[in-house]
């Protein structure tokens, strides 16, 4: 590429540029490689992966305000950057932007599952969206709890020592004062019964089958929906068509690819069960 | 079970026919498990899974206005025979019948559900107003014993008032199974708006309600409503978890069986 005359294009030395920079990224090198990117960005600032590159080594020093600057001028020149949302969203969860961060892993994940719905790039977003999901959950469902517990042992308190009074008043009284302690025991019962279904939903429990893969069997990420009927896990369906068979893998009939139909109505009920079920989030 | 004695109850004598009946089907020979079936409902009359297994028979031979009878007698027997429903439906969707078998059977869920609501509402009002009560009463008390120490005083006013407030939350979403509110939009039709009886799934990944789909079809023009996309009968799905998605909340929300 080096012509006769020797002078390179602008673009051509950029890329050979983010080669270098590449190479010394693999061998930890992290700061020639940021000279290198930097360079690159110089020469051909419009060009979106040199900055997302450069922010991926940002990232390993954990140098988080320049990971998002590099990242929001790529996305200023590539909406669509998949890394870019990803790497941007990490960076706002560092600093506690909680709801911004985790809308751009949302976007990085919607983007790449676009692009190509079984790569390790999703994989990786997921599981920090899923990380980052359950650990709000964490933080409610522990203040959620204590407050239910405090509340739960006030009104026990409250109604026996309403109840102990009651019935010092209406001593001589036999009738009232055992239809009182019946009436007691029977809210004491409901108030436990009440308190324990409010903290139910705090408790890590199953995940309804209908919202589960049931070859994965762990609730849908991106679930699709066969001719036959079953709905099943994208990812995992394409692997199978791609390495077992074409077939449906419960009912056995022929099934290919294009035939695969996003099931949208389970991926809003699969969204609206982990709005209220946190725990859900957690990968094993 | 042909004792010595020789004589067997009619129930047992049904049991055998059923049997027969089952035998008959896995052979392909319908009208032998068709009558099979009739000396068995003519036994015992109120067994409404004889009545079902011949409503499969009628089916094999297409006999739709056989399969509607028999489903809607197994229906009358016991309200929650949903293969009954599933049978009438796959018969014909848009049938009137069909509706009617509907009509009855979310009729009688919708009154088993309002019984044992009455009854729960009740216990939780109850006991959300005893809370209240005790709680406030022990309030004011704990307040008159800290007279002169403002801080202690505020602190216990904070937080007594979030005792009052979570109170409110907790006992609001108790209610909630007995409290008609909104179906989520994901188990609605987006055309008829109500909860999905028969759901169906399209090419473009909407999912419909089976009998207005086909109604849509036939009348309308052969397109998805929403998208518009060219859409043909027999490309409609049954979105078959969707319709698991339905019944579990109807198990849990008796309230949205009732019929406007």
Redesign the interface.
Known sequence: MRGGNGVLSPAKQAELLKKDGNSYFKKDRIGAAIDAYTEAITLCPNVPVYLTNRALCHRKRKDWLKVEEDCRKAILLDNSCVKAHYLLGLALLQRQEYVKGVKELQKALDLGRGANPKSYMVEEIWQELAKAKYLEWENASTSRSW??Q??KE??E???K??HIRDISQMEGFLDESDNSLTSHL??LE??RR??R??AEADIPSEV????CCKITLDIFRD?V???????YERAMILDHLEKVGKFDPVTREPLDQSQL??????K??VQ?FLDEHGWAYKID
């Open positions: 407050e239910l405090s509340l006030a009104c308190t409250a109604l020592e309403k029977e809210h409901t108030l009440v308190f279904e409010a309804p089958d209908y919202l679930p929906i066969t001719p036959s009927g079953v709905t139909i996003p099931n949208l109505a389970i809003e009920a609206a």
